[in-house]
């Protein structure tokens, strides 16, 4: 069974600094890795998606995640955070082509402060 | 307007009520998703459709219906509500894509209050 899992519930950094927000996956095949955000009040909304090629991807607002086959990781990445980047954050797997269903990790809280 | 519409957007309601939440999409696409989502617990699947004859339960199907009306509208139903269905409800859609490579898109949530 495919499953995700954001060892952190909240990351906090300082305007301006790198941020990383963490997640591991499991599935029994390839992986589609996807990352949403949720700002207060709102729907999520799509950031990036790994199907396969270059191990880094580039997303919306200036976010990346980099794909590590051996560790089974997709780390969301950004080189300077800024305070409207606070949110919650859900790292998604959905398994291959045959996957049906996106299962959701629990969800990692972003703040940054000014 | 939003691609994906969810109605109502808030309710209060009591045990054993019937509850019905609806979404309805623009963005033309054949697969719509229910999740809800807690706090802790990231978005769970409740069921989906990816036509309007084929549904199937997802995760936590117990003590909910659905109903694909049109490829456009997909209500969740919760035919005798109870307390711990209070949460946030959110009805999503997705193009397949090449390989299934599709993301999903998510209306605005409905939040349900059971009292």
């Known amino acids: 069974a495919q499953s995700v899992a954001q060892p952190e519930d909240q990351v906090n950094v300082a305007e301006g600094n790198p941020l990383t927000v963490k997640c591991t996956y499991s599935?029994?095949?390839?992986?589609?890795l996807f990352w949403y955000v949720q700002y207060p009040n709102r729907g999520l909304q799509f950031l990036l998606k790994y199907i396969t090629g270059d191990n880094l991807v580039k997303g919306s607002y200036g976010f990346e995640a980099e794909f590590n086959k051996s560790q089974t990781s997709f780390h969301l990445k950004k080189p300077s955070a800024l305070v409207s980047d606070s949110a919650l954050y859900f790292c998604?797997?959905?398994?291959?082509?045959?996957?049906?269903?996106?299962?959701f990790g629990a969800g990692t809280r972003l703040f940054v402060k000014a | 307007d939003a691609d994906v519409t969810q109605t109502p957007r808030n309710r209060i309601t009591k045990t054993g009520k019937r509850i019905m939440l609806e979404c309805s999409q623009t963005?033309?696409?054949?697969?719509m998703y229910w999740y809800r989502q807690d706090p802790g617990l990231g978005l769970r699947l409740i069921y989906y459709?990816?036509?309007?004859?084929?549904?199937n339960k997802g995760e936590i199907s117990d003590g909910y219906s659905v109903s694909r009306q049109a490829q456009a509208k997909f209500s969740l139903s919760l035919e005798s509500a109870i307390p711990n269905q209070t949460a946030l409800y959110f009805c999503a859609t997705s193009d397949p894509g090449t390989h299934n490579t599709g993301e999903l898109f998510f209306g605005e949530g409905s939040r349900l209050t059971v009292l």
């Open positions: 459709s990816f036509d309007v004859k084929d549904i």
């Open positions: 599935v029994s095949g390839n992986p589609y």
């Open positions: 963005k033309g696409h054949d697969r």
């Open positions: 998604a797997v959905r398994d291959g082509p045959g996957g049906f269903k996106t299962i």
